[in-house]
């Protein structure tokens, strides 16, 4: 039996590398990093490089667990929040580039966000999520 079959086996009924796992390693080599810069400052380099070693273990423990289900539900977990960011990152970009053209709002008791054309002087606004309605300058 050759290296790669003997790793195959070794592995079978192990959860493996995901995406979490892919983020936990490269949150370990940013902790690297950083406790590489703060060398001039030896217990903030200490506590990267403890946090580095956590994140590592974590990550190699989860690579090994057998416990797949508990490890798919951490993955779909991140998931979430990985498309949460990434949903908030493009509405923080789509603000941006219509910033000349729009103004936005939040509503005051849902906190929902209104986008209302610019120059438009002072507007009555009737929020879509709660119905309420409040008055502001455009």
Known sequence: MNFRQKIAQ???????YDAYSQFLLLAAIVLVVLSMLFTWLPPLAVLFQLGEYAVLIYCIWRVLSRNVYKRQQE????????????????????RWQQRKEYRFFRCPSCHALLRVPRGKGRLQLTCRKCGNRFERKT
């Open 75 to 94: 993955n779909a977990r991140y998931y979430e929040k990985r498309q949460a960011f990434f949903r908030w990152c493009r509405g923080v970009r789509d």
């Open 10 to 16: 070794f592995m079978y009924g192990r959860n493996g």
